[in-house]
């Protein structure tokens, strides 16, 4: 079982996924200091200086020691536009891919040599109409 799981481990689809996701957790918190700390600071602005961190709905307040109940759909908002601008950024990665891959389809091959034995007889062929 150990000898199954090494080979499995060491297979390149696993290491070059596992490159990835660890790529993608970073490419993750880029996105995120970008919403927060670029993005949303001049759009809460333009509507009015809010913070969309600090946005929910309370449900209950606190009382005593007890904390409040909200809904904090300012974060929510956040993490939104953070998968939209992952996702965005994910679509431009495929798409270019594609495109790279459609280029290298569309060249055309470089024609065939025909077998021997068409060479031979289109040499007769040649001969004979001369």
């Known amino acids: ?23 993608g957790a970073a490419f993750g918190k880029i996105v995120s200091s970008f919403v927060n700390d670029v993005l949303l600071p001049p759009i809460g602005l333009a509507v009015g200086g809010v913070d969309f961190t600090s946005l ?42 594609n495109n790279l891959k459609k280029k290298e389809e569309t060249k055309p091959a470089a024609p065939a040599e025909p077998p021997a034995d068409i060479k031979l007889l289109t040499e007769i062929r040649d001969l004979l109409k001369k």
Do not use: C, H, P, W
């Open 1 to 23: 079982m150990i000898k199954e799981f090494k080979t499995f481990i060491m297979r390149g689809n696993v290491v070059d996924m596992a490159v990835g996701i660890i790529i």
């Open 56 to 97: 929910k709905i309370i449900l209950q307040e606190a009382v005593g020691e007890t904390a409040a109940v909200s809904i904090n759909y300012g974060n929510f908002v956040q993490t939104i536009i953070d998968f939209l601008i992952v996702a965005f950024a994910i679509f431009m990665v495929i798409k270019m891919m």
